[in-house]
């Protein structure tokens, strides 16, 4: 039949049904098939497998029988279900053997799969010239992930969706470990813009270091907390956990004293009080007291919440040169500073990104982090006040799974570790091993998308950056270089041992000229 590409052939039911192909139609590709009345079941390929007979064994094996070389592929399919009015709907009866299967329009698949939603958008559906848009309102009340191994594009996807609620004027706290955001204020210049139809920019970020300015060339300003009066509670959460119950009973006698004489004391006062102290144990609590205070994170004016959630603009807490413990630390302050004040509706609304979040919220028995807790309630009850969240990582199965379990919308590239795998499998419903198998075959820069939104696991060719990319790998060595060194190699056997060890003690001249270049060493 003229427009088919195959009719179904077979026993059929609701959710699947098989046919036999006329025309060329690949894995993934979207086909639809008539149901009751005027509606259209829409379908996906899953599986396509292709016969002979004259190649049977049974065949071969008898010489005296005339070969049929007709060749058949048969496809199967997988029913997704009836767009009706904007509602989807699987169809109470399969559809007919003998019915032709036609490739299914954009309509129908935008309709059917929830694409016609969203104003968020974020790439094309693989395969299709299809634009994939999500509700930014959902994506922000009902939490995201953004999961992947390393070099799938993870980061470059966040900053993808980042862009979008910028857009929105969506007020965004990003807790940045590698300064990789900074870079979203400059336009991108790489990227087929064209084909997906956006034009580059740059966007309003501010970057904050916790460390001193010096530390981080890119760092627009410091980020400081009020270090006066501080309780021995925040105190105790800004120290390692390997504290013991001495020097935390110490801590607190010693702020309990200075509340004692005076109305105002800071982190140095604490210190001294500290070290008038008797006890044996106290030098290794001033040891940790002082670190947070060369810091400087007490020093200065407090950088206020309100100035970190301001809509339309992205604030970066810039975690480079600080150590990861003190990191988790940080994050923990911060992050109970801004929920407090969410709550109180101090500050605007918004979202708060946590990159590396396998860092920040360990699942249990894969480490411990003083963020976790916070992180856990944003999670579960940010939404109720307006803060949204979203994770990324890239071991899913070294992230809370409390966490991932709140997220409604998931976005998962190419994961390969079975460890991951399995964490993936337990916390997405309808997994299956076709999309593990799908999963761990993703190219760079094609994305599942998991969400309560969509009625089903979409393939999506994330779109090209608005902004400049700051998370590319470093080059080590140059393939010019490599190039170079291998014309240059001799061909031939060794020279002379009289030349070698003339080339040695060149060499060696050679390394320590550079060496006394970077070192500023001087011959005596």
Same mark, same amino acid.
């Given at each position: 039949?003229?427009?088919?590409?195959?009719?179904?052939?077979? +026993?059929?039911n609701?959710?699947?049904?098989?046919f036999?192909?006329?025309k060329?139609?690949?894995?993934?590709?979207?086909?639809?098939?008539?149901?009751?009345?005027?509606?259209?079941?829409?379908?996906?390929?899953?599986?396509?497998?292709?016969?002979?007979?004259?190649?049977?064994?049974?065949?071969?094996?008898?010489?005296?029988?005339?070969?049929?070389?007709?060749?058949?592929m048969?496809?199967?399919?997988?029913?997704?279900?009836?767009g009706?009015?904007?509602?989807?709907?699987?169809?109470?009866?399969p559809?007919?053997p003998?019915?032709?299967?036609?490739?299914?329009?954009?309509?129908?698949?935008?309709?059917?799969?929830?694409?016609?939603?969203?104003?968020?958008?974020?790439?094309?559906?693989?395969?299709?010239?299809?634009?994939?848009?999500?509700?930014?309102?959902?994506?922000?009340?009902?939490?995201?992930?953004?999961?992947?191994?390393?070099g799938?594009?993870?980061?470059?996807t966040?900053?993808?969706?980042?862009?979008?609620?910028?857009?929105?004027?969506?007020?965004l706290?990003?807790i940045?470990?590698h300064?990789?955001? *900074?870079?979203?204020?400059?336009?991108?210049?790489?990227?087929?813009?064209s084909?997906?139809?956006?034009k580059?920019?740059?966007f +309003?970020?501010?970057?904050?270091?916790?460390?001193?300015?010096?530390?981080?060339?890119?760092?627009?300003?410091?980020?400081?907390?009020?270090?006066?009066?501080? *309780?021995?509670?925040?105190?105790?959460?800004?120290?390692?956990?390997? *504290?013991?119950s001495?020097?935390?009973?110490?801590?607190y +006698?010693?702020?309990?004293?200075?509340?004692?004489?005076?109305?105002?004391?800071?982190?140095?006062?604490?210190?001294?009080?500290?070290?008038?102290?008797?006890s044996?144990?106290?030098?290794?609590?001033?040891?940790?007291?002082?670190?947070?205070?060369?810091?400087?994170?007490?020093?200065?004016?407090?950088?206020?919440?309100?100035?970190?959630?301001?809509?339309?603009?992205?604030?970066?807490?810039?975690?480079?040169?600080?150590?990861?413990?003190?990191?988790?630390?940080?994050?923990?302050?911060?992050?109970t500073?801004?929920?407090?004040?969410?709550?109180?509706?101090?500050?605007?609304?918004?979202?708060?990104?946590?990159?590396?979040?396998?860092?920040?919220?360990?699942?249990?028995?894969?480490?411990?982090?003083?963020?976790?807790?916070?992180?856990?309630?944003?999670?579960?009850?940010?939404?109720?006040?307006g803060?949204?969240?979203?994770?990324?990582?890239?071991?899913?199965?070294?992230?809370?799974?409390?966490?991932?379990?709140?997220?409604?919308?998931?976005?998962?590239?190419?994961?390969?570790?079975p460890?991951?795998?399995?964490?993936?499998?337990?916390?997405?419903?309808?997994?299956? *091993?076709?999309?593990?198998?799908?999963?761990?075959?993703?190219?760079?820069?094609?994305?599942?998308?998991?969400?309560?939104e969509?009625?089903?696991?979409?393939?999506?060719?994330?779109?090209?950056?608005?902004?400049?990319?700051?998370?590319?790998?470093?080059?080590?060595?140059?393939?010019?270089?490599?190039?170079?060194?291998?014309?240059?190699?001799?061909?031939?056997?060794?020279?002379?041992?009289?030349?070698?060890?003339?080339?040695?003690?060149?060499?060696?001249?050679?390394?320590?000229?550079?060496?006394?270049?970077?070192?500023?060493?001087?011959?005596?």
């Open positions: 039949m003229k427009g088919t590409v195959g009719t179904i052939v077979g +026993e059929t609701p959710l699947a049904f098989k036999l192909i006329n060329e139609v690949g894995r993934g590709t979207y086909i639809k098939a008539k149901a009751e009345g005027k509606d259209w079941i829409l379908a996906q390929v899953e599986d396509i497998k292709r016969s002979n007979s004259a190649y049977s064994v049974n065949q071969l094996s008898d010489p005296a029988r005339n070969y049929d070389s007709r060749e058949m048969i496809a199967e399919a997988r029913v997704i279900g009836i009706s009015n904007g509602r989807l709907r699987l169809p109470t009866s559809a007919r003998g019915d032709p299967v036609y490739v299914a329009d954009e309509k129908l698949i935008k309709a059917t799969l929830g694409l016609a939603k969203g104003d968020m958008y974020i790439g094309l559906l693989r395969g299709y010239d299809i634009r994939v848009e999500l509700d930014a309102n959902t994506l922000v009340q009902k939490h995201c992930s953004v999961l992947a191994k390393t799938s594009g993870k980061s470059y966040a900053a993808v969706i980042l862009e979008e609620l910028l857009e929105r004027r969506v007020a706290l990003i940045d470990p300064g990789e955001y *900074s870079s979203m204020k400059e336009p991108n210049k790489e990227g087929d813009f084909k997906y139809k956006i580059p920019r740059g +309003e970020v501010v970057v904050y270091t916790p460390g001193e300015m010096a530390m981080n060339p890119r760092a627009d300003r410091p980020f400081r907390f009020n270090g006066l009066n501080l *309780s021995a509670r925040e105190v105790a959460k800004m120290i390692p956990h390997e *504290s013991t001495g020097q935390l009973g110490l801590l +006698e010693a702020i309990s004293a200075l509340r004692s004489e005076t109305d105002a004391y800071t982190l140095e006062d604490i210190i001294d009080q500290v070290v008038r102290s008797n044996k144990v106290k030098w290794n609590l001033v040891g940790q007291l002082e670190s947070l205070l060369e810091l400087g994170l007490f020093s200065g004016t407090a950088t206020p919440p309100e100035e970190l959630l301001r809509p339309g603009r992205a604030s970066v807490i810039d975690m480079t040169g600080i150590i990861p413990e003190l990191q988790s630390m940080i994050v923990a302050r911060l992050l500073e801004i929920f407090e004040a969410r709550k109180r509706r101090l500050i605007a609304p918004g979202m708060v990104v946590v990159e590396e979040a396998h860092n920040y919220i360990p699942e249990r028995g894969t480490g411990n982090a003083a963020s976790t807790s916070i992180v856990r309630t944003i999670a579960a009850e940010g939404r109720k006040f803060l949204g969240l979203m994770v990324i990582s890239q071991r899913p199965a070294r992230v809370d799974k409390n966490v991932i379990s709140q997220c409604n919308t998931q976005i998962i590239m190419r994961v390969t570790n460890n991951d795998l399995k964490a993936l499998s337990k916390g997405l419903e309808g997994m299956t *091993s076709d999309l593990e198998e799908e999963i761990k075959r993703l190219p760079p820069g094609v994305a599942m998308l998991v969400s309560n969509i009625e089903r696991p979409i393939t999506v060719n994330i779109r090209p950056r608005k902004s400049r990319h700051g998370g590319v790998s470093t080059t080590i060595v140059s393939k010019e270089k490599q190039r170079q060194s291998a014309r240059a190699a001799p061909r031939r056997g060794p020279r002379p041992h009289s030349d070698g060890v003339r080339k040695s003690n060149e060499t060696e001249k050679a390394q320590g000229g550079l060496l006394r270049k970077f070192l500023g060493t001087r011959r005596a």
